[in-house]
């Protein structure tokens, strides 16, 4: 069954600990995408990869790193520079560029007290 | 600033009724645009999309308009039903697909 797989769906962290949220996918999709939802808020991009070893940042990607070391694998690492990590995050896939429609993980809701 | 733009957070329709979700965007650049169906505690799911080369893209119970011009899309769902209740995102992005800008979502309530 292809898709996305976020896990844990819910993680719970320290302030000032670094945490990795893991995004997979076997779609055999190029394109990969990290997003963030606060209440009341649209998605808001903070990194994507359209090729193995290679990542662009997005909107918001102050406080996050990200690694494209296979195509099926793209994990987020929400840094204690973050400010406000509390938040849900949602990672996606497109089959590459000029591909529009992207297919979304469950995603991972991150507590960061 | 927000691009995109969902003005009604949320909307409710009797079962059976038209439900009509309206979208905003100030880039005159956005070249395709999408929604999105999200139910709590998970990703959003593709629903429907369109160009800016056509003003109605239809699929089933569902139709996308896009006036360019007003820099407005709305997306009907004929006829409602109660498994439709969800939050719904519009999308936007320039030609190049790499980056996508979203609206914050209306909350659609279809009521039996």
């Known amino acids: 069954d292809g898709g996305i797989t976020q896990s844990p769906k819910y993680l719970f962290r320290k302030e000032g600990q670094n945490v990795t949220l893991s995004c997979e996918q076997n779609l055999n999709h190029d394109a990969m995408y990290w997003y963030r939802q606060d209440p009341g808020q649209g998605l808001r991009l903070i990194y994507y990869?359209?090729?193995?070893?290679?990542?662009q940042k997005g909107d918001i990607a102050e406080g996050y790193s990200v690694s494209r070391e296979k195509k099926e694998s793209f994990p987020l690492t929400v840094t204690s520079a973050q400010k406000n990590p509390t938040a849900f995050y949602l990672c996606?896939?497109?089959?590459?560029?000029?591909?529009?429609?992207?297919?979304f993980g469950p995603g991972t809701r991150l507590t960061v007290t | 600033d927000q691009q995109v733009k969902q003005n009604s957070p949320s909307l409710s329709v009797q079962e059976g009724r038209i439900s009509i979700l309206n979208c905003d965007y100030t880039?005159?650049?956005?070249?395709?645009f999408l929604w999105y169906k999200k139910y709590p505690a998970e990703g959003p799911t593709f629903l429907i999309s369109i160009s800016s080369i056509k003003d109605k893209n239809e699929d089933g119970r569902f139709t996308v308009f896009l006036n360019k011009s007003a820099k407005h899309l709305s997306l009907h769902i004929v006829p409602s039903q109660p498994g439709d209740s969800a939050v719904y995102f519009c999308a936007a992005s320039g030609s190049t697909g790499n980056q996508f800008y979203f609206g914050t979502g209306t909350s659609l309530t279809v009521i039996p």
């Open positions: 880039n005159s650049m956005f070249d395709y």
């Open positions: 996606a896939s497109s089959i590459g560029r000029d591909s529009y429609e992207q297919y």
């Open positions: 990869s359209q090729i193995v070893n290679d990542f």
